[in-house]
T-cell receptor, first 112, second 113 residues
Framework: NAGVTQTPKFRVLKTGQSMTLLCAQDMNHEYMYWYRQDPGMGLRLIHYSVGEGTTAKGEVPDGYNVSRLKKQNFLLGLESAAPSQTSVYFC???????????FGEGSRLTVL | DQQVKQNSPSLSVQEGRISILNCDYTNSMFDYFLWYKKYPAEGPTFLISISSIKDKNEDGRFTVFLNKSAKHLSLHIVPSQPGDSAVYFCAASASFGNEKLTFGTGTRLTIIP
C-alpha cells in the first residue's frame, strides 16, 4: 500500500520554465490537496479538490494551476516558474468529512 | 494574518519528562483542531485531534487540551521519548468536515537522552 506518492522528489528549474508535479493516491480518497512549506510559514494550501473533476483555490493559488481528471491523481502545474515558488510541495488526501490528511513525502522545487 | 500561531519555534526536553507544545488561534469560527508530526524528509502524519465540544482528548502518551475562551490548545507528551523528536504542527478548521485546514508554523521538539 503506497499511500500518497509524489513525483518528482526534486527538481531545479530556471525562471520562466514550466513543470508539473504529480500526486497519486491509492486509498480511494475523495479529497486531495496541494500545500507548500516555507521556512517560518508553516504549511499553506495552494489548491484542493473535493472529487474527480473538481478543483478550488486555497490560500496561495496565484501562479499555480491544478487538474483532477482521475480520482486517484492530482496534478499541480507551474506555467512560468518564479524564484518565489522555490519551496517544498506536499500533496495530501483524505476521506470526506475528515481533517485527517495523509501526506506524501514532499517535492523540493528550486527555481533559479 | 496568521490565524494559527505556534510562538515557540523550538523546544528541548529531557527524555522521560513531559513535553508541552502550545498553539493559539484567532479565528473564532475554528472548532476542530489537530496536531501533526513531521520527521525530516517525510510528510506530516496525523497525531491527534479534538473538537470544540471537548476540552481534552487522550491517546496513549499524547493528550491535547483545548481552552476555547483563551483560544488556546496544547499538546502534552508524557513521558517524552527520543523518537518524539520532530516538528509538530497545530492545525485548525471551521467545522468538522471542512476541507481546508489552516496550519501553524510548527515547533521543533528535541528530546535529550
Amino acid at each position: 500500500n503506497a499511500g500518497v506518492t509524489q513525483t518528482p522528489k526534486f527538481r531545479v528549474l530556471k525562471t520562466g520554465q514550466s513543470m508539473t508535479l504529480l500526486c497519486a493516491q491509492d486509498m480511494n480518497h475523495e479529497y486531495m490537496y496541494w500545500y507548500r512549506q516555507d521556512p517560518g510559514m508553516g504549511l499553506r494550501l495552494i489548491h484542493y479538490s473535493v472529487g474527480e473533476g473538481t478543483t478550488a483555490k486555497g490560500e496561495v493559488p496565484d501562479g499555480y494551476n491544478v487538474s483532477r481528471l482521475k480520482k486517484q491523481n492530482f496534478l499541480l502545474g507551474l506555467e512560468s516558474a518564479a524564484p518565489s515558488q522555490t519551496s517544498v510541495y506536499f500533496c495530501a488526501s483524505s476521506y470526506e468529512y475528515s481533517g485527517e490528511l495523509f501526506f506524501g513525502e514532499g517535492s523540493r522545487l528550486t527555481v533559479l | 494574518d496568521q490565524q494559527v500561531k505556534q510562538n515557540s519555534p523550538s523546544l528541548s526536553v529531557q527524555e522521560g519528562r513531559i513535553s508541552i507544545l502550545n498553539c493559539d488561534y484567532t479565528n473564532s469560527m475554528f472548532d476542530y483542531f489537530l496536531w501533526y508530526k513531521k520527521y525530516p524528509a517525510e510528510g506530516p502524519t496525523f497525531l491527534i485531534s479534538i473538537s470544540s465540544i471537548k476540552d481534552k482528548n487522550e491517546d496513549g502518551r499524547f493528550t491535547v487540551f483545548l481552552n476555547k475562551s483563551a483560544k488556546h490548545l496544547s499538546l502534552h507528551i508524557v513521558p517524552s521519548q527520543p523518537g518524539d523528536s520532530a516538528v509538530y504542527f497545530c492545525a485548525a478548521s471551521a467545522s468538522f468536515g471542512n476541507e481546508k485546514l489552516t496550519f501553524g508554523t510548527g515547533t521543533r521538539l528535541t528530546i535529550i537522552p
